[in-house]
């Protein structure tokens, strides 16, 4: 597991946080970064990328 892995998918989570429920299209388009940022850090370490809804824990 690498530093700059967890780094990338603790960042991409809080931004996926701080804009996943804002109704315009640049907080949904700021969410989807965050997304990717978070899959992209999980897929360094080795693990598989999050493909669920945020927020049902899947």
């Excluded at 989570?13 to 315009?24: D, H, W």
């Excluded at 990717?36 to 669920?52: I, S």
Aim: glycine residues 18%.
């Amino acid at each position: 597991m690498s530093v700059k892995g967890k780094i990338k998918e603790a960042a991409g989570y809080a931004k996926e946080e701080a804009y996943e429920n804002g109704a315009s299209p640049e907080s949904q388009r700021k969410a989807q970064e965050g997304r990717g940022l978070r899959n992209e850090g999980r897929l360094e370490d080795g693990k598989a990328p999050k493909t669920g809804k945020p927020g049902t824990g899947n």
